[in-house]
């Protein structure tokens, strides 16, 4: 049954609410001909949470936002701000604030005229809008910016005023789709901890759109991994890190190698050599170690390594260096294992008098507490 257009009144242009939302999202479907672009989502946002939504593109994490949003009407299921029934609620009236990837500034009006519009579209009190924009506008620090035009603004400044527009009718609820990707890397990186620090200032329930990973772990409360429209894993940063739900989610968050394992009475073993683990093995009938290059050791030859405790204990695997390569404050080890694998370890630059030469046999280390175990056949 197709979703009925509900009357819209004046009155319900006026705020609504000043307390942050939690969202729920049940059995959401979204299909373009045979693509299913979300298939049966459900997903639970905390109210004052910072959840990010991290996929490559195509993965459905733009169409989730585009239904939060109301731009996007799925097929089928439901989507409740806190107690209330939204799916069929269209955009203006759903008490929430959005930021572009493009800022989607108007550049005939000023830095005020921008951030002021949404309380103009309400029929604000032009008192009540000018104090507004002036905080909004403080807390984005662009105090004192207001008579500016928008061409006279950096790409940082911009994608403040874009903020600024976006709470300054104080939403319950802030959807933000890649709001950083127009900026420099360094620009991006301070955006980063600024955003952050302006959600924990506001507190608003906020969904954040991204295919940048580092992004995603810097920012987030939690993440909401997603692949051909599915949610591959939710968790925090931490958990996603370090304990991903499958291959997918580890190869996408971070660097890794992955070495087939095999089965031996309830523990597991690589090349026929027992491991030892910090968790019991997951009960996937396909597994394998995940290893992260920040996580592996290269052990001295006196069985010591300088990051780690030494060999005793330890998962040793031995094999031969093929590249060092120079990061700066660190160095990446380029080694292949026995069975032709290549391997990664970045370590602390420390000088290179101890670091291997290409050709040389090197001994690598991972603690049993670093040894995890994926399902190789989660997709």
Known sequence: MPFARPRIREQDLTDQTKDALPITVRNVTKTYGPVHALD????????GEFL????????????LLMVLAGFTRPDCGSLKFGDT?????PPHLRDLGMTFQSYALFPHMTVAGNVGYPLRLRKRPKGEIAERVARALDTVQLGGFGDRRIDQLSGGQRQRVAVARAIVFEPG?????????????????????????????LGM?????????????????????????????LATPRDLYERPANRFVADFIGESTFLDVTRQGDGVAYAGQPLRLGAPPPAAQALQLMIRPERIVLLDGDGTGEQGPGRDGMNLFAATATDV????DSYLLHARLADDTLIALRGPMRGTADLPAAGQPVTLGLAPEDSVLIDAGGA
Request: aromatic share 2%; glycine share 6%; proline share 2%.
């Open 40 to 47: 049966d989502v459900s997903i639970d946002v905390e109210s």
């Open 52 to 63: 990010t939504l991290l996929g490559p593109s195509g993965s459905g994490k733009t169409t």
């Open 85 to 89: 029934e939204v799916i069929r609620t």
């Open 173 to 201: 609820i802030l959807l933000m789709d890649e709001p950083l990707s127009a900026l420099d890397k360094k620009l991006r990186d301070q955006m980063q901890i600024e955003l952050r620090h302006l959600h924990e200032q």
């Open 205 to 233: 329930t906020t969904v954040y759109v991204t295919h940048d990973q580092r992004e995603a772990l810097t920012m987030s409360d939690r993440i909401a991994v997603v692949n051909h429209g599915r949610i591959m894993q």
């Open 325 to 328: 390569v120079y990061q700066g």
